[in-house]
């Protein structure tokens, strides 16, 4: 009986302590942002340079065709209007001339999506490298939540680590100073 008393009471003075240790083992938070880090890489410049083909090459074209479709269509319209031609020829003019209009004015909507998408596009494969270097940093600082720095309002550099530090060792990516 004595005996089954004292188990009992080592169990649960063992319960205790235990809890007590688990109970001081703080979960680690580290803060970073995957998309600053991705631009750090040697591989942004490259993706910048076909960003600026792009703007250039395929949606400064397209804003050319759509300008010169406009210019046509109002010299068009005009000309039909000076010579007098029938109603229904002025009418089609016009809704030509209106519906040239309203592209126009969606085009700067248009090309800022555009141009998102494949600026996006282009750094996939760098999110994703930059990504599995989050976790691999994490994985070797014992961190179990990582949140995105620009939505932290206050840090105590104690209890919270900046993973910009070990993700760029990882990378191999020297960070501008005030990323340090």
Do not use: C
Request: hydrophobic residues 40%; without cysteine.
């Amino acid at each position: 009986m004595k005996r089954s008393i004292y188990i009992l009471l080592l169990l649960a003075s063992f319960g205790i302590v235990n809890t007590q240790l688990s109970a001081q083992t703080a979960t680690k938070i580290g803060y970073f942002d995957v998309e600053r880090m991705a631009s750090f890489l040697p591989e942004a410049k490259t993706v910048q340079s076909k960003m600026d083909s792009y703007q250039r090459d395929s949606l400064s074209n397209q804003k050319n065709q759509l300008d010169t479709l406009f210019n046509n269509s109002r010299d068009s319209y005009t000309a039909d209007s000076l010579a007098k031609k029938s109603k229904s020829i002025l009418d089609y003019d016009r809704k030509k001339l209106q519906e040239l209009y309203i592209q126009e004015m969606g085009w700067q909507q248009y090309a800022q999506e555009a141009a998102q998408n494949k600026y996006y596009e282009l750094m996939q494969p760098l999110l994703k490298k930059t990504q599995a270097a989050l976790g691999k940093a994490a994985t070797e600082n014992h961190i179990a939540i990582v949140v995105k720095s620009n939505s932290i309002q206050w840090i105590d550099e104690k209890q919270i680590m900046n993973m910009f530090i070990p993700v760029a060792k990882i990378l191999n990516v020297t960070l501008p100073q005030e990323q340090k």
